[in-house]
């Protein structure tokens, strides 16, 4: 069975440029959320959405958002780029929104120069 | 406020050796704790969580932890530690509040095998 897919696995971008990142939940999964891993750091939480609705989010300005389709993938967005929006933005994927495993993808590397 | 800390940044040790990865959380109510591996390039997988029952708990790779509530502690084991097991190791505690659930994780910490 497929694992969680990101795409682009890695992209470049110029300080106040737009970028998209793509997430494919496993199979069955109704939530789908991100995270940001900038380098050196751990993984810090942006959004949640489940059934389409965004039912958590981070810390994050809004600069940052995202939105779910009908078929449960995902869209990360971030607008106005800063060179500290480089990171390691990952994908996670569970049933619900209670205490199950997130599945994680293996991520979208964005560098912004 | 939430917090998990992670207090050794980098760990060597040698093949064949035994191997604790400290964690401590602050957390108020009854936490979910999990511990995820990362490879270079690569995205987390899961070793093992804890929600309730047992203390010490089994993962993969021959992993296993211990949660100590009165130590706010859940390090992470291994008895005998493969070259393959070099990797970033991270702690996190789950939150589910106000209809959906997140993870808190610490800064990481990244484990290298000596021949």
């Known amino acids: 069975d497929a694992g969680v897919t990101q795409s682009p696995t890695h992209l470049i971008k110029t300080r106040g440029q737009q970028v998209t990142l793509r997430c494919s939940p496993i199979?069955?999964?109704?939530?789908v959320s991100w995270y940001q891993q900038v380098l050196g750091q751990g993984p810090q939480f942006i959004f949640q959405y489940y059934e389409k609705e965004e039912r958590g989010r981070g810390n994050f300005p809004d600069r940052f958002s995202a939105r779910q389709f009908p078929n449960y993938s995902s869209e990360l967005n971030v607008n106005a780029l800063l060179l500290g929006d480089s990171a390691l933005y990952l994908c996670?994927?569970?049933?619900?929104?209670?205490?199950?495993?997130?599945?994680f993808g293996e991520g979208s590397r964005l560098t912004v120069l | 406020a939430q917090s998990v800390t992670q207090p050794d940044i980098h760990i060597t040790v040698s093949e064949g050796a035994s191997l604790e990865l400290r964690c401590n959380y602050s957390?108020?109510?009854?936490?979910?704790l999990f511990w995820y591996v990362q490879s270079p390039g690569q995205g987390l997988q899961l070793l093992l969580k804890?929600?309730?029952?047992?203390?010490l708990v089994q993962g993969i790779k021959g992993f296993e932890a211990e949660f100590k509530r009165s130590q706010s502690s859940f390090n992470l084991r291994k008895p005998s530690v493969h070259w393959s097991d070099a990797a970033e190791y991270f702690c996190?505690?789950?939150?589910?509040?106000?209809?959906?659930?997140?993870?808190?994780f610490g800064a990481g910490t990244r484990l290298a095998v000596h021949p």
């Open positions: 199979s069955g999964h109704k939530s």
């Open positions: 996670a994927s569970s049933g619900g929104t209670g205490t199950g495993e997130l599945f």
């Open positions: 804890y929600f309730s029952g047992d203390t």
């Open positions: 957390y108020g109510a009854t936490p979910y």
């Open positions: 996190a505690v789950g939150i589910v509040s106000g209809g959906y659930n997140k993870l808190i």
